[in-house]
């Protein structure tokens, strides 16, 4: 009896009080005087239109409203419709204040936000309750907006010029919304408090925190289930697109819009499931993105990062990011192909390579100048065009700009090596150049032996020792170098250019006993067919035929092919002089052999 005597208690002064306003202002208060009061605040308030439905009835602690419209504006097309208008506000106040402090409900609204060309999403004020109090028999404060069963799209009006994935509309259901104004005594609009909960597709989200006006700073609690990241898009450039993904997070965030960055801390965690993301500088996409991060501060901590490049180069990563020291993440890639990087980055090699590599990094700097550092390692045999490489390993730093290749080490199965350092500027256009200086050291017969060379009459390479540079672009590779040959059976040295599936042969001195050989020549790989100038000096005969003796001394230009190097397949032409020749004829001669000092002209 007592509850029941307070219960009826309270409802009476409710009465009697709403009931007391009635009686002061009259029922032209509620039908002609309050609904404009209300539309001319909130037109005043927020600086754009507001069309309030009629008056339906009165509530205990307020006025329902028919259905109501947010028109669009010329700057801005969002707007919304609602059901009816809860108009509620306390009695009270309105009797011994004469300043009403109400609250605008909308029931089942459907809301529209539309990006302008600007920029913008909304075209209205913030309100100032003590600025922007209308003056009349009653001054209105407004308080508080609700949204109740509303529904909202939000989507941009905006053309998005080779987007890699158009931005639809985001469609928010089951809507619940408020944004609650602070005003302190005799001060400007210090505070918004808000919160707002819905679903998206089959995931859902709630969000609340509040906006300090002065200090330009926001604390938001974000959480989400099963939240589709596609709508993402619509705040992404239009080089980069979210195809699918799932996100369930629980973090608090603060932002603050003065600072150098926009997001200063972060707590909680998030995690990405099954995300597809296209990227237009890369021909496929990145899919099979799983990621568990944890948020600390200023840092976050990556559990355990996963997904796929091209559906064919898998990529772990996990370590932490800090907003001001930066990335420090290990990363690894277990196995790839040589084939589908090529394909992936569009790059067509030089020579033909088979090969499966893995990679072992870590990935540091700031976060806007990340630095990626490892080692690429083989993980079985490697194919270069004949050559079968048993190692091949590269240690390597890498920024957005520029690659440095700290060291590059080959092993071909038949032995030696060749190690190497250099940079790929990726700031080139088109192509990324590199400069890579080399030095080798190789079993010239061996590799001779791999691309079916012989040299004639038994001669040997030996060890290739050699010495260069290789520069330009992967369409077109620009190779130098200078070799010796120290244990050849003729010792020599030279220079080679490559370009253009070109080899130029330079400078190139042979020893042959006590005379020499100086050669230029030119071979088109792609036409297996070479060109030489070639000048000897007291270079002995017999090291090239039993049937002549003598030292020779000429000036020959010859031609062949690279199928065959025999000297009864090339065409040579020129003048040569045998000094103290002798020819030993096949047949026998009585007298024995001649001796004889003779100059040639030799043609076809």
């Known amino acids: ?46 600086d754009r239109p507001f069309e ?20 669009p504006t010329e700057a801005v097309a969002s707007g919304a419709t609602a059901e009816a208008v809860d108009v509620t506000f306390s009695w009270p106040d309105l009797l011994f204040s004469r300043t009403l402090r109400y609250s605008l409900t909308f029931i089942e609204p459907d809301i529209a936000l539309v990006q302008a060309a600007d920029g913008r999403w909304v075209d209205l004020t913030l309100p100032d309750p003590e600025e922007d109090k209308t003056r009349g028999p009653v001054e209105l404060e407004l308080a508080e907006i609700r949204a109740r069963d509303g529904r909202a799209s939000v ?57 300090l006006l002065p200090e330009r700073a926001y604390n938001i609690a974000l959480r989400s289930n099963d939240l589709p990241t596609e709508g993402f898009n619509l705040f992404l450039p239009p080089s980069v697109g979210i195809v699918g993904g799932t996100l369930d997070s629980n973090l608090t965030l603060e932002l603050r819009s003065q600072s150098e960055s926009f997001l200063t801390a972060a707590r909680g965690t998030a995690r990405l499931r099954d995300g597809e993301v296209l990227v237009a500088q890369l021909p496929t996409p990145i899919t099979d993105i799983d990621a568990t991060l944890r948020f600390r501060g200023e840092q976050v901590m990556v559990d355990r990062a996963e997904l796929q490049l091209g559906n064919e180069i898998p990529l772990t990563a996990a370590g ?6 930066g990335y420090d993440l290990e990363v690894a890639i277990p196995e790839v192909a040589i084939a589908t990087v090529t394909n992936l980055l569009e790059v067509e090699l030089p020579i033909e390579a088979a090969g499966e590599f893995g990679f072992d990094g870590t990935l540091t700097g700031d976060i806007d100048q990340p630095r990626l550092a490892g080692q690429l390692q083989n993980q079985s045999l490697v194919q270069l065009d004949e050559v079968t490489l048993e190692t091949l390993t590269a240690s390597f730093a890498a920024t957005p700009q520029q690659i440095d290749l700290q060291t590059l080490r080959v092993v071909p199965v038949e032995g030696g090596f060749i190690t190497g350092t250099g940079q790929v500027d990726l700031d080139a256009e088109g192509s990324p150049a590199f400069d890579v200086n080399l030095q080798a050291d ?24 050699a010495e260069g540079n290789i520069q330009g672009t992967f369409e077109n590779p620009l190779a130098t170098l200078q070799f ?43 036409q297996g067919t070479w060109t030489a100038q070639i000048d000897t000096t007291n270079v002995p005969v017999n090291r090239f035929t039993d049937r002549v003796q003598g030292l020779l001394t000429a000036d020959l230009t010859a031609a062949g092919s690279l199928d065959n190097l025999s000297l009864q397949d090339l065409q040579a032409s020129g003048t040569a002089q045998i000094a103290d020749a002798q020819l030993r004829p096949r047949c026998s001669l009585s007298a024995g052999a001649g001796r004889l000092d003779h100059r040639l002209s030799l043609g076809g």
Do not use: C, M
């Open 320 to 325: 932490t990011l800090d907003l001001d020291e």
């Open 1 to 46: 009896l007592p509850t029941l005597l307070k219960v009826g208690a309270g409802l009476g002064g409710v009465a009697l009080v709403g009931g007391a306003a009635v009686l002061v202002w009259g029922d032209d208060l509620l039908d002609n005087r309050l609904i404009p009061w209300v539309e001319t605040a909130l037109e005043e308030s927020l």
């Open 52 to 71: 309030l439905g009629n008056f339906e009835r009165l509530t205990w602690n307020g006025v329902r409203l028919g259905p109501s419209r947010l028109p």
């Open 155 to 211: 989507f941009r009006d905006l053309p998005r010029d080779q987007a890699v994935v158009e931005a639809e509309a985001i469609l928010i259901t089951d809507l619940n919304a408020s944004a609650e104004f602070i005003s302190p005594a005799e001060q400007d609009l210090q505070e918004i408090l808000f919160e707002a909960s819905g679903r998206i597709d089959d995931g859902e989200f709630a969000v609340d925190g509040e906006w």
């Open 442 to 465: 190789l079993p010239g017969d061996a590799l001779a032996t791999r691309y079916g060379l012989s040299l004639p009459n038994q001669a040997v390479l030996g060890s290739v020792l």
């Open 484 to 526: 010796r040959l120290p244990q050849a059976t003729y010792p020599g040295r030279g220079e080679l250019t490559y370009q253009g599936n070109t080899l130029v042969v330079d400078n190139a001195q042979f020893q042959v006993e006590q005379g020499t050989v100086d050669a230029i020549a030119t071979v088109l790989l792609d």
